[in-house]
C-alpha cells in the first residue's frame, strides 16, 4: 500500500509556473505507475500525465508542450512541472498509483491523494 501527499499548488497569473509534488510513503515506490489528474468544478475527474515504471511519460493532448511529469525515486516524488497555465487549467490536481502498466482513467488508479488546489487567474 502506498499513501500519497501533493503540495505546490496556488494561485498564479496565466502565463506563469507552478511545480507540483507528490511524496509517497512505503519502500516500492519504483514499482507503481504514477499519474496526475485534475478536477475542476462540475467536472468530472481527467487525465492529465502519467509515468511509467521506466520512465516514459504520457500527457494529455491540451497540456502537451506546457507540463512535464517526472520521478525521483530515490525520493518517493513524482513531479508535475506546469508551465505557460491558462486559465483553464485551474482546477484540484490529484495524484495517483498504480502498479505495472500505464493506463489514462482515473477507475484504473488504486490510490489517491488529497488533491492540490490550482487557480489560475486572466
Known amino acids: 500500500q502506498v499513501q500519497l501527499v501533493e503540495s505546490g499548488g496556488g494561485l498564479v497569473q496565466a502565463g506563469g509556473s507552478l511545480r507540483l509534488s507528490c511524496a509517497a510513503s512505503?519502500?516500492?515506490?519504483?514499482?507503481?505507475?504514477m499519474g496526475w489528474f485534475r478536477q475542476a468544478p462540475g467536472k468530472e475527474r481527467e487525465f492529465v500525465a502519467a509515468i511509467s515504471r521506466s520512465g516514459n511519460t504520457y500527457y494529455t493532448d491540451s497540456v502537451k508542450g506546457r507540463f512535464t511529469i517526472s520521478r525521483d525515486n530515490a525520493k518517493n516524488t513524482v513531479y508535475l512541472q506546469m508551465n505557460s497555465l491558462k486559465p483553464e487549467d485551474t482546477a484540484v490536481y490529484y495524484c495517483?498509483?498504480?502498479?505495472?502498466?500505464?493506463?489514462?482513467?482515473?477507475?484504473?488508479?488504486?490510490?489517491w491523494g488529497q488533491g492540490t488546489q490550482v487557480t489560475v487567474s486572466s
Open positions: 495517483a498509483a498504480r502498479l505495472i502498466a500505464v493506463v489514462t482513467t482515473a477507475s484504473g488508479y488504486n490510490y
Open positions: 512505503g519502500r516500492t515506490f519504483s514499482y507503481y505507475t
